[in-house]
């Protein structure tokens, strides 16, 4: 195959499979049929709860797992007959900690650029080293260093050959939030220079914060991908905290309509859920107004990730309206937001 073109996907899954054979039981189906595509220069994100499928789809990517059928491009190489190229173009920041405790970032760096080909006039190890704050600890053994650290210096490896595409699987996981926020703004940088990143994570308000689009993948099954904004706004939801400025005790009329849903929070305090794309917030306000109440303050919170992730991973999946014919609702999980905004 020739060089890809500009418009060729990052990253292309077509009916990917992958069955676990049955040790004490029956055979697991971790992948089931997963298409997908990420355009070329963007952050995309791949979400869903734990054993849902996102590591297993990463590891056959890396050519660590083998796949029962379908097939995976990168950048167009096909990763088992143009396995090299394909290998080349990727760089891989896994979950686990796989450093050598008796390597200093240093040498781990040299020896990742070695197994690479990249000749030594052409290494960056220093550079990038100081980019991700690890040019003070560049000749510490990795043992010293700590588990943020570890995490980085991870991030600095799979970065040696510069590759178009990088992978990372949980990158901030146990990371505090300066070292998340330098991270973070070095993975911008990449990216601005055309650089397209695919991220699993579990923190929502991350994904929502940094990537262009979104897949959720649970049971093995990619059950919704779009943009970011236009996934946001699958929720067809929003909330109106009302401050008015005497105490009441009934609700005033009028704030109703479909799907409308109206309390008392507090005696000068009113909750309004309502579909924006039904109901106009004038007309909810006109309607407080029109009781003889003053607004004495307003604030609006539009529907978040998180919404969007347990809508869609729960049994119900009530009020997400499908996004296409190949969406479908899974089971039920837990609630995974955790930690701060990038």
Known sequence: MTDPSPDTPAVETTGLHKIYPGVDGPPKEALKSVDLSVRPGSVFGLLGPNGAGKSTLINILAGLVVKTSGSARILGWDIEQDMRQARTSIGIVPQELNLDAFFSPREVMELQAGFYGVPKRERRTMEILTALGLDDKADVYARSLSGGMRRRLLVAKALVHAPPVVILDEPTAGVDVELRQSLWDYMKELNDAGTTILLTTHYLEEAEAMCDEIAI?????????????????RLDRKEAHITVDRDIDTLPGGLSGPGVDAEIKSPRELLIRFPPSQVHMGTLLDAVKKAGLEIADLSTRDTDLEEIFVALTSSSGDGLPPRRDGDRQAGSIEKSRSGPTP
């Open 217 to 233: 993948i649970n049971h093995g099954e990619v059950i919704a991908q779009d943009t970011t904004p236009a996934l946001l706004a």
